[in-house]
């Protein structure tokens, strides 16, 4: 069996690895010789790798720090031979004449360190124990971050040591000391910069709010805005969407809604949003809430610091999830530690009742799905030339089940058959989770794309005029939803930047959205096949645009069953397709498809020609049963829930304040004096 071939980005690493090691290697026997040619050769390839480093390999830093072969130990090292070299080509009793050369070198290092230190002092001034967004926290003495350079220990070594090493390799090959030394004084200069900049910073008035004061502000800004129903979120990465999907619901809820983080750089990955945002960290800080206004905390995921916050008792608690579907995800016994669990329709009730988790059924409140009430109903056959098919598959999941996602049994197989179809269109979205577990997976989606991209190169479709449009309407919407930040911005900067937004920013961003989907759908070409793997255009956008949806069990067709399109599931199980349809009853109304995808012909004739179409009213059906009733719409059973819940965070609350008084002893009126015995 042949030897399978690095990957072109491993190569890479071990080349530059390579390239770097030889450059020292060669630098260090041009100064023991010397040999001022081979030395300025080596000299100059060792800074230009390191610049490859730094701008396109962080990879192999990193694995160069863990080695204890740091920028600072390269950097030294490189000097170091220069000065071996200068002291190698001069005569032998000028070795006075380069001492203060070193010493100033040293000094220079000695600085290096120094910056280190302050910055690392800066660091901690600005690291706040709370980060906003949509809030005014300019009391909080809020200012533009410190340079990138003043930052980044290895890139600022580089920069302020390169007229050092170019003063010594220059000195070197002319020996002529002066240079040397007027390379070394320029980086003595720049970091004796860099050090004052970062001192100013630590200066009482110039750096942000100490952490008592801005937990004083925080409490004052808790006191003001009085918040009664937040979003509560944490997660990694790759999860902002699941939070992201509750936004708009969460924006048009009866009181005052807030946005509660844990982690910081979640605070930039939440979509946009008038919604105040707040991170908090640490569990004390988290605890402020308890003395809060705040009633009801609603939660769409389940994660480890989840037990944290619903340690305060002075909050009502729910589960809404990211999503519905037949899995155990979607009922998972973690649910019972919440005081309400909220669900989109009468078969998620029946889920929870046969789960046996916990969950008790007076516990479970349907409010529908307030997501889809923008998404379009069926309104008949394909009307163009072309049947538009959105392949949505999940992803792999944590447990290795294989009837998780068809993309590595069956998806290449699906998007065979349907490019065989001369009148499809495909959509291809691949959950953004692909790959993360079972690297299969994401080979097979990887195959998925190119089989696509080959399509469309032999399609070879014209496409419209419609480009100007689009860029124009993408540029409005960038405009309302995305901060201008420079390139090195920190939290306490963006803060400062992503301040309470202007009267009128969400309906305006609405408007943008709606009109930079029109656009984007018309700049397609007609006929030409789609991998979607951006936040826009958004799922439900694509629901609008697709004839027909080919997924697995999961909350994708439950959310596209509100448009009562047809729908099919490929099982990749194992099971039988009728013990497969009694295991999951959201197939219901689905046509199955088999991984080798042999049932996509008739399903596309099915979609074209409605009267072949015998699931109709079984989705009519599903739908009630996934998603509850039409009327009143979801938001506003949504509203009614989260009134529901408040008022009961009340009703406790006050409860518990009458307890607590009746505990208290009453002061006495009168004050007994002891007598002194006789």
Same mark, same amino acid.
């Given at each position: 069996?042949?030897? /399978?071939?690095?990957? /072109?980005?491993?190569?890479?690493?071990?080349?530059?690895?390579?390239?770097?090691?030889? =450059?020292?290697?060669?630098?260090?026997?041009?100064?023991?010789?010397?040999?001022?040619?081979?030395?300025? $050769?080596?000299?100059? *390839?060792?800074?230009? $790798?390191?610049?490859?480093?730094?701008?396109?390999?962080?990879?192999?830093?990193?694995?160069?720090?863990?080695?204890?072969?740091?920028?600072?130990?390269?950097?030294?090292? #490189?000097?170091?031979?220069?000065?071996?070299?200068?002291?190698?080509?001069?005569?032998?009793?000028?070795?006075?004449?380069?001492?203060?050369?070193?010493?100033?070198?040293?000094?220079?290092?000695?600085?290096?360190?120094?910056?280190?230190?302050?910055?690392?002092?800066?660091?901690?001034?600005?690291?706040?124990?709370?980060?906003?967004?949509?809030?005014?926290?300019?009391?909080?003495?809020?200012?533009?971050?410190?340079?990138? %350079?003043?930052?980044?220990?290895?890139?600022?070594?580089?920069?302020?040591?390169?007229?050092?090493?170019?003063?010594?390799?220059?000195?070197?090959?002319?020996?002529?000391?002066?240079?040397?030394?007027?390379?070394?004084?320029?980086?003595?200069?720049?970091?004796?910069?860099?050090?004052?900049?970062?001192?100013?910073?630590?200066?009482?008035?110039?750096?942000?709010?100490?952490?008592?004061?801005?937990?004083?502000?925080?409490?004052?800004?808790?006191?003001?805005?009085?918040?009664?129903?937040?979003?509560?979120?944490?997660?990694?990465?790759?999860?902002?969407? &699941?939070?992201?999907?509750?936004?708009?619901?969460?924006?048009?809820?009866?009181?005052?809604? $807030?946005?509660?983080?844990?982690?910081?750089?979640?605070?930039?990955?939440?979509?946009?949003?008038?919604?105040?945002?707040?991170?908090?960290?640490?569990?004390?800080?988290?605890?402020?809430?308890?003395?809060?206004?705040?009633?009801?905390?609603?939660?769409?995921?389940?994660?480890?610091?989840?037990?944290?916050?619903?340690?305060?008792?002075?909050?009502?608690?729910?589960?809404?999830?990211?999503?519905?579907?037949?899995?155990?995800?979607?009922?998972?016994?973690?649910?019972?530690?919440?005081?309400?669990?909220?669900?989109?329709?009468?078969?998620?009730?029946? #889920?929870?009742?046969?789960?046996?988790?916990?969950?008790?059924?007076?516990?479970?409140?349907? +409010?529908?799905?307030?997501?889809?009430?923008?998404?379009?109903?069926?309104?008949?056959? /394909?009307?163009?030339?072309?049947?538009? $098919?959105?392949?949505?598959?999940?992803?792999?999941?944590?447990?290795?089940?294989?009837?998780?996602?068809?993309?590595?049994?069956?998806?290449?197989?699906?998007?065979?058959?349907?490019?065989?179809?001369?009148?499809?269109?495909?959509?291809?979205?691949?959950?953004?989770? +692909?790959?993360?577990?079972?690297?299969?997976?994401?080979?097979?989606?990887?195959?998925?794309?190119?089989?696509?991209?080959?399509?469309?190169?032999?399609? =070879? *479709?014209?496409?419209?005029?419609?480009?100007?449009?689009?860029?124009?309407?993408?540029?409005?919407?960038?405009?309302?939803?995305?901060?201008?930040?420079?390139?090195?911005?920190?939290?306490?900067?963006?803060?400062?930047?992503?301040?309470?937004?202007?009267?009128?920013? =969400?309906?305006?961003?609405?408007?943008?959205?709606?009109?930079?989907?029109?656009?984007?759908?018309?700049?397609?070409?007609?006929?030409?096949?789609?991998?979607?793997?951006?936040?826009?255009?958004?799922?439900?956008?694509?629901?609008?645009?697709?004839?027909?949806?080919?997924?697995?069990?999961?909350?994708?067709?439950?959310?596209?069953?509100?448009?009562?399109?047809?729908?099919?599931?490929?099982?990749?199980?194992? %099971?039988?397709?009728?013990?497969?349809?009694?295991?999951?009853?959201?197939?219901?109304?689905? +046509?199955?498809?088999?991984?080798?995808?042999?049932?996509?012909?008739?399903?596309?004739?099915?979609?074209?020609?409605?009267?072949?179409?015998?699931?109709?009213?079984?989705?009519?059906?599903?739908?009630?049963?996934?998603?509850?009733?039409?009327?009143?719409?979801?938001?506003?059973?949504?509203?009614?829930?989260?009134?529901?819940?408040?008022?009961?965070?009340?009703?406790?609350?006050?409860?518990?304040?009458?307890?607590?008084?009746?505990?208290?002893?009453? &002061?006495?009126?009168? +004050?007994?004096?002891?007598?002194?015995?006789?």
């Amino acid at each position: 069996m042949p030897v /399978p071939l690095p990957r /072109p980005p491993a190569l890479l690493k071990g080349l530059v690895t390579v390239v770097l090691a030889a =450059a020292f290697a060669a630098q260090a026997v041009a100064a023991l010789l010397p040999h001022v040619p081979l030395l300025l $050769v080596a000299t100059a *390839v060792s800074l230009a $790798v390191e610049g490859v480093l730094y701008r396109w390999q962080r990879g192999v830093l990193a694995l160069f720090a863990k080695s204890h072969a740091d920028i600072t130990v390269r950097h030294v090292l #490189r000097d170091l031979l220069l000065v071996v070299a200068l002291l190698r080509i001069g005569e032998q009793d000028r070795e006075t004449v380069y001492a203060p050369l070193v010493g100033a070198l040293l000094a220079f290092y000695a600085l290096h360190c120094a910056i280190q230190a302050g910055s690392v002092l800066v660091r901690r001034t600005r690291t706040l124990p709370v980060v906003t967004r949509n809030i005014d926290a300019s009391a909080l003495r809020l200012s533009p971050a410190p340079a990138l %350079l003043l930052r980044r220990p290895g890139l600022r070594l580089l920069v302020f040591g390169l007229p050092a090493t170019a003063g010594l390799l220059a000195g070197a090959a002319g020996d002529r000391p002066v240079l040397a030394a007027a390379g070394i004084a320029l980086s003595l200069l720049l970091a004796l910069a860099g050090l004052g900049a970062l001192l100013l910073r630590l200066l009482p008035g110039r750096r942000p709010a100490d952490e008592q004061r801005v937990l004083e502000w925080f409490d004052a800004w808790l006191a003001s805005y009085r918040p009664t129903v937040g979003l509560y979120f944490s997660g990694g990465v790759s999860s902002a969407y &699941q939070a992201n999907m509750w936004l708009e619901p969460l924006a048009g809820v009866d009181g005052r809604p $807030v946005i509660v983080l844990r982690e910081r750089f979640m605070v930039q990955r939440i979509a946009a949003t008038d919604i105040p945002i707040v991170c908090l960290p640490k569990v004390s800080t988290l605890m402020r809430l308890e003395h809060s206004t705040l009633q009801v905390l609603i939660h769409p995921s389940n994660s480890g610091k989840t037990s944290q916050v619903l340690r305060i008792p002075t909050i009502k608690h729910t589960f809404v999830n990211h999503g519905e579907s037949d899995k155990l995800s979607s009922c998972n016994p973690y649910a019972k530690a919440y005081d309400e669990v909220w669900v989109a329709g009468p078969a998620a009730r029946e #889920r929870y009742a046969l789960a046996e988790v916990g969950v008790e059924d007076k516990d479970v409140v349907e +409010t529908g799905r307030p997501q889809l009430d923008g998404v379009l109903p069926y309104a008949g056959p /394909p009307a163009g030339a072309y049947t538009t $098919v959105l392949y949505a598959p999940t992803w792999e999941g944590w447990d290795g089940n294989p009837g998780n996602t068809s993309v590595i049994a069956a998806g290449e197989n699906l998007v065979r058959a349907l490019l065989a179809d001369p009148g499809v269109r495909v959509l291809y979205k691949p959950h953004p989770l +692909t790959g993360s577990v079972d690297p299969r997976a994401g080979a097979a989606d990887l195959r998925i794309r190119e089989l696509i991209r080959a399509a469309n190169r032999e399609r =070879a *479709v014209a496409r419209p005029p419609a480009g100007a449009e689009l860029a124009r309407r993408t540029a409005e919407l960038d405009r309302l939803t995305t901060a201008d930040f420079r390139s090195g911005a920190d939290t306490v900067e963006r803060m400062l930047v992503q301040s309470a937004p202007e009267p009128g920013r =969400a309906q305006a961003v609405a408007r943008a959205t709606a009109a930079w989907e029109e656009a984007y759908w018309a700049s397609l070409p007609e006929g030409e096949h789609q991998v979607i793997t951006d936040a826009r255009p958004a799922l439900y956008s694509c629901f609008n645009v697709a004839d027909l949806l080919i997924s697995d069990v999961s909350s994708v067709i439950s959310d596209f069953l509100a448009s009562e399109k047809p729908y099919a599931v490929a099982n990749t199980s194992g %099971l039988p397709e009728d013990a497969f349809r009694v295991a999951f009853p959201t197939v219901a109304a689905a +046509t199955v498809l088999t991984p080798d995808a042999a049932g996509v012909p008739e399903l596309l004739e099915s979609v074209r020609h409605p009267e072949k179409d015998e699931l109709a009213e079984a989705r009519a059906e599903l739908k009630l049963r996934l998603l509850g009733p039409a009327e009143p719409s979801s938001q506003e059973r949504f509203n009614q829930a989260v009134r529901a819940l408040c008022a009961r965070a009340r009703d406790h609350r006050a409860r518990v304040a009458e307890r607590l008084a009746a505990e208290l002893p009453g &002061q006495r009126t009168e +004050t007994a004096v002891p007598t002194a015995p006789r």
